[in-house]
């Protein structure tokens, strides 16, 4: 079964950091790109960064620029988000999402991890 | 402010034909393909349309897209209740290098 599942999301203290982790299962991980999205409490979704097959290439959405860092281990079949300087308007579920080439979409979602930062 | 435009809500009765807009630039829906995703109360978003008119495996056809110029739609024939739910549209944005989605649009079943 494809599958997404995150992790290591919750409470943090305003200028705190979290590092947030994907696993990935039943597809070639290694060969898709792959993508953040969140969503803050009562509001739209909203896309935060995604990592190249490889690693080599990545986008950011300009809110999070300087400040969030995605990475993944091909190895492990996993994504990550680390997230330092967090603010009260970074407060939202996490979400990983599979971007398929073809068609050009997010195909696969995991269930999501909430972040709260709060003091 | 979403980048992408939708009306916050939209509604019908059973076996009604609802459009849910979605407005755009051209440096998004104007240069690439659109996707609608729909979000159940309380779960994940999933990918209802690809490609502004392509349904994955398993999407009934009552759902449909369209894109015209800078704008795309999508259309819920045949209304039911477990329609009820979040849509969003999205597109990559060659000027802002990123993914783009419409605020999304509230949809109830009356």
């Known amino acids: 079964e494809v599958q997404l599942v995150e992790s290591g999301g919750g409470l943090v203290q305003p200028g705190g950091s979290l590092r947030l982790s994907c696993a990935a299962s039943g597809f070639t991980f290694s060969t898709y790109w792959m993508s953040w999205v969140r969503q803050a409490p009562g509001k739209g979704l909203e896309w935060v960064a995604n990592?190249?097959?490889?690693?080599?290439?990545?986008y950011y959405v300009d809110s999070v620029k300087g400040r969030f860092t995605i990475s993944r281990d091909n190895a492990k079949n996993s994504l990550y988000l680390q997230m330092n300087s967090l603010r009260a308007e970074d407060t939202a579920v996490y979400y990983c999402?599979?971007?398929?080439?073809?068609?050009?979409?997010?195909?696969?979602w995991g269930q999501g991890t909430m972040v709260t930062v709060s003091s | 402010q979403s980048v992408l435009t939708q009306p916050p809500s939209a509604s019908g009765t059973p076996g009604q034909r609802v459009t849910i807009s979605c407005s755009g630039s051209s440096s998004n829906i104007g240069s690439d393909t659109v996707n609608w995703y729909q979000q159940l109360p309380g779960t994940a978003p999933e990918l209802l349309i690809y490609?502004?008119?392509q349904r994955p495996s398993g999407v009934p056809d009552r759902f449909s897209g369209s894109k015209s110029g800078t704008s795309a739609s999508l259309a819920i024939s045949g209304l039911q209740s477990e329609d009820e739910a979040d849509y969003y549209c999205?597109?990559?944005?060659?000027?802002?290098?990123?993914?783009?989605f419409g605020g999304g649009t509230k949809l109830t079943v009356l």
């Open positions: 490609s502004n008119n």
């Open positions: 999205a597109a990559w944005d060659d000027s802002l290098n990123g993914w783009v």
């Open positions: 999402a599979r971007e398929n080439s073809s068609p050009n979409a997010f195909d696969i």
């Open positions: 990592i190249k097959h490889e690693g080599s290439d990545k």
